[in-house]
């Protein structure tokens, strides 16, 4: 008979060996789960490792990291699920349909407002997951690039950028992010966690006043994804800086293009890309659904943002149920309305000015 339950800590070698299976070795690749996600694939995060037994051998996993959420300075409960994986010799079965709602019940009686997933599988849209979120993807070239001279700056680039405090300064300056502490900084950057295949390090690349190498303007970090064109997993800071380091690239690090994924609630670096010619391309966040686990809890969290952002006469609604249209009877709408920021459905006003609210850029270092 099939157990469905949280993992026990002694288990994890044997979840690593079945998501390193089932991602890397089947298919003839390095297994890197365990090193490229160490902050979950580990004993302290084993009661949100879920799973499913057959006589005490794993048969199926769901990995969740609760990632606390900044959104404008207020917090929202989130949790990132990845490597959701069934043995092959069981697959049919619906075992991953089961363990993925005990999972999404779990987040609702924990007040886990909403969570991202890794992917966009059928799996995921059956159970009312939807693509949120919104982006631009613009390549520079050296073609395109205008190479501003910004007086008073130096940068530094590396591969084994040691004082990631100095990173941590510049991240936590970021208007929407993940609460990351600066003992995970190095853990996550260390890791490699969205490459694949893997590189050996990422490359970081930091904007500096002159003469101050104790407090960063701006960072990028990325690597190399095929020759002679950087991309750029996560990126912070002033975006001035931000958009002359991708320079520094093209200038001097012999790279012919730099990949740049822009979330479209960053109007500011959108507007100096377009205002330099630059041509981006809309999509949802990358292989990526989200999927509201709790409503009440959501609504209460992300009230405070709506009424700085209300342009009403009156206070707004008190309650997600007094939101317009049928969109808090239909979760996938409600996910919609809320979240997502491509090729969006109007509302009207005083809707289409508040929402969306942005959630988190996903794929950068806290990717799953």
């Known amino acids: 008979m099939v157990e469905f339950r949280s993992a026990r800590p002694e288990e994890m070698e044997e979840v690593v060996e079945l998501v390193n299976y089932v991602f890397r070795t089947s298919g003839g690749m390095e297994p890197t789960m365990g090193r490229?996600?160490?902050?979950?694939?580990?004993?302290?995060?084993?009661?949100?490792?879920?799973?499913?037994a057959d006589e005490g051998r794993i048969i199926a996993n769901i990995a969740i990291k609760r990632n606390t959420g900044i959104i404008y300075g207020h917090k929202v409960s989130m949790a990132n699920m990845g490597a959701v994986c069934t043995h092959p010799q069981y697959r049919g079965r619906g075992i991953g349909t089961q363990l993925l709602n005990m999972v999404f019940d779990r987040l609702n009686?924990?007040?886990?407002?909403?969570?991202?997933?890794?992917?966009?599988?059928?799996?995921?849209?059956?159970?009312q997951c939807v693509e949120a979120g919104g982006m631009v993807t613009y390549v520079l070239d050296k073609q395109s690039y205008s190479y501003w001279a910004l007086g008073g700056m130096e940068y530094e680039i590396s591969k084994q950028?040691?004082?990631?405090?100095?990173?941590?300064?510049?991240?936590?300056?970021?208007?929407v992010r993940y609460q990351r502490s600066r003992m995970e900084f190095p853990v996550l950057l260390k890791a490699v966690p969205m490459v694949h295949p893997p590189v050996d390090a990422?490359?970081?690349l930091v904007a500096f006043r002159e003469g101050r190498k104790d407090s960063a303007l701006a960072y990028l970090i990325g690597y190399e994804n095929k020759p002679g064109v950087f991309k750029v997993v996560e990126y912070a800071g002033e975006r001035?800086?931000?958009?002359?380091?991708?320079?520094?690239?093209?200038?001097?690090?012999?790279?012919?293009?730099?990949?740049?994924?822009?979330?479209?609630?960053d109007a500011v670096l959108s507007s100096i890309?377009?205002?330099?010619?630059?041509?981006?391309?809309?999509?949802?966040?990358?292989?990526?659904?989200?999927?509201?686990?709790?409503?009440?809890?959501l609504w209460r969290e992300i009230y405070p943002i709506v009424e700085e952002m209300w342009h009403g006469g009156d206070k707004p609604p008190c309650g997600i149920e007094d939101l317009p249209g049928n969109v808090y009877h239909d979760l996938e709408e409600l996910t919609t309305f809320l979240f997502a920021g491509f090729n969006r459905h109007p509302y009207g006003a005083p809707w289409d000015r508040i929402f969306p609210i942005p959630?988190?850029?996903?794929?950068?270092?806290n990717y799953v």
């Open 161 to 175: 950028f040691d004082d990631t405090g100095v990173l941590c300064d510049v991240y936590q300056r970021e208007a």
């Open 359 to 365: 959630l988190p850029w996903p794929n950068g270092l």
């Open 109 to 127: 009686e924990e007040e886990v407002s909403v969570v991202t997933i890794s992917g966009t599988r059928g799996l995921y849209r059956r159970n």
């Open 240 to 265: 001035l800086a931000v958009w002359w380091l991708a320079g520094k690239l093209l200038e001097h690090a012999g790279m012919n293009g730099v990949i740049l994924e822009v979330p479209i609630y």
């Open 36 to 52: 490229q996600f160490p902050t979950i694939f580990c004993p302290d995060n084993a009661s949100d490792i879920y799973v499913a």
């Open 202 to 204: 990422l490359t970081t």
């Open 273 to 297: 890309l377009s205002s330099e010619g630059i041509r981006g391309i809309n999509s949802y966040y990358p292989s990526t659904t989200v999927r509201i686990t709790n409503k009440s809890s």
